[in-house]
């Protein structure tokens, strides 16, 4: 169900000035500590941020696409951080039992994940299965009413705080492909279930990653996403269609916030007599950059909308992952170029923003993958 047009612009104001005033003034802090200050932690729950992609009876705000898409640029002005905090429930860690999930799963997690009590998780990749998702390793073996899972899954955003993994583990062991994956529901705290040591990334601190690691782990079999056995991988790719028009969206939301960055620098910063910003060459760099951050905001309504009508948007969703994460890390790039020398300086703050982007082309497919994505589904569609 769509908010009401007033509704809506009541809440991108009150996220844009809690945007301005408590999240960008944060950014060093949570950096630094690679945490997010608690104080911010209770007030994004608090905003209701937990609750953004749930359905209204289970506790959620029940936005749709178009609606969740303006809240995830707006959010995306601040670093990247803060949206990961929310970010898995919003979308990896929530949506395979909001799309999938039986009523009993749906009830069980979905009010928790709105409230923000439990962080959800989302394992797929492992360390010989990233951009080859369907040659996963973890296996699920039945044993009585329940399953035992085994291996190791890679990289795993929010793994040390979260309180329920959407683990993919293969569950036909004859299969080597896609075919023999299903999706479990794994409660942090399961015996056999334990969390690797947070990893030293390039930017993003205060996201943590880590490895999640089954040794017998053993889980209901009630726990299996939707209650049958091998479906788990094409609930991974249905998540997966939602969260990359959700990563457009940050990644235009970052570009937006860097390039206003650097034209108040351009026209503060003086050479040669006057300011950088009368410069043409200059100019041309803030011209590019605008024209393709209005092409990603553009690319990505016009997916949402396409998206809440019910259709495919497999194909449109990657399009707008591609080019709204290749747009971020060019849009970072000249910020830096315009900041010149003050640029590489911590202190300016672009410099955070810069590390951060990279990751946009990686996590959730990368470009790689969309370009694959893309032109297999133009290929099929063909005549
Ligand atoms: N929605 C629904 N079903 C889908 C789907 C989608 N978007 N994409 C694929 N499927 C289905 C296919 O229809 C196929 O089903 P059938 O066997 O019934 O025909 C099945 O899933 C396997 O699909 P496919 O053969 O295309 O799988 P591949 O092993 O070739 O892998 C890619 C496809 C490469 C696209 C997939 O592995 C992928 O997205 N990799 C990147 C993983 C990723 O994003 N990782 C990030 C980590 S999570 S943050």
Redesign the pocket.
């Known amino acids: 169900m769509a908010l009401d047009q007033e509704t809506l612009n009541q809440l991108l104001g009150t996220l844009q000035r809690f945007v301005h005033e408590r999240l960008i003034p944060n950014e060093r802090t949570a950096a630094e500590a690679d945490k997010i200050p608690d104080e911010i932690v209770a007030e994004i729950k608090e905003l209701g941020l937990f609750a953004l992609s749930i359905p209204e009876e289970f506790g959620g705000l029940a936005l749709n696409m178009r609606e969740e898409v303006e809240v995830a640029m707006v959010i995306g002005e601040a670093a990247p951080a803060f949206r990961s905090l929310f970010g898995t429930n919003v979308g990896?860690g929530s949506q395979a039992i909001v799309l999938d999930g039986t009523d009993e799963q749906k009830s069980r997690y979905l009010p928790r994940l709105a409230s923000g009590e439990l962080v959800g998780s989302?394992c797929?990749?492992e360390p010989e299965a990233?951009?080859?998702?369907?040659s996963l390793r973890t296996s699920a073996v039945k044993d009585g009413s329940d399953y035992i899972l085994n291996g190791t899954k890679r990289f795993i955003?929010n793994a040390p705080y979260a309180g329920l993994f959407t683990v993919m583990a293969r569950t036909d062991a004859d299969s080597k492909?896609?075919?023999g994956v299903s999706a479990f529901l794994v409660e942090a705290g399961a015996e056999g279930l334990s969390i690797g040591a947070p990893e030293k990334k390039m930017g993003q601190q205060g996201a943590p990653v880590a490895d999640v690691i089954f040794d017998n782990c053993r889980v209901p079999a009630t726990n299996i996403i939707g209650g049958k056995e091998n479906l788990g991988?094409?609930t991974a790719?249905?998540v997966?269609?939602k969260g990359r028009l959700h990563i457009a969206a940050v990644c235009t939301g970052l570009a937006t916030r860097m390039l206003r960055d650097a034209v108040r620098y351009t026209k503060e910063r003086q050479q040669f007599g006057s300011t950088i910003a009368d410069f043409q060459l200059i100019q041309a760099m803030i011209a590019d950059s605008e024209t393709e951050i209005y092409a990603a905001r553009s690319m990505i309504r016009d997916a949402a909308i396409a998206r809440d009508r019910g259709e495919d948007t497999?194909r449109k969703a990657s399009c707008a992952k591609l080019f709204a994460s290749e747009m971020v890390g060019r849009v970072a790039d000249r910020a830096v170029q315009m900041y010149g020398g003050a640029g590489y300086i911590a202190d300016y703050g672009i410099e955070q923003l810069y590390r951060d982007a990279r990751l946009f082309r990686i996590?959730?497919?990368t470009s790689q993958?969309q370009q694959?994505?893309i032109a297999k589904d133009v290929i099929a569609a063909t005549d």
């Open positions: 990896i989302f797929l990749t990233g951009s080859d998702a369907g955003t492909d896609a075919r991988f094409k790719m249905k997966l269609d497999k996590y959730e497919g993958i694959l994505i």
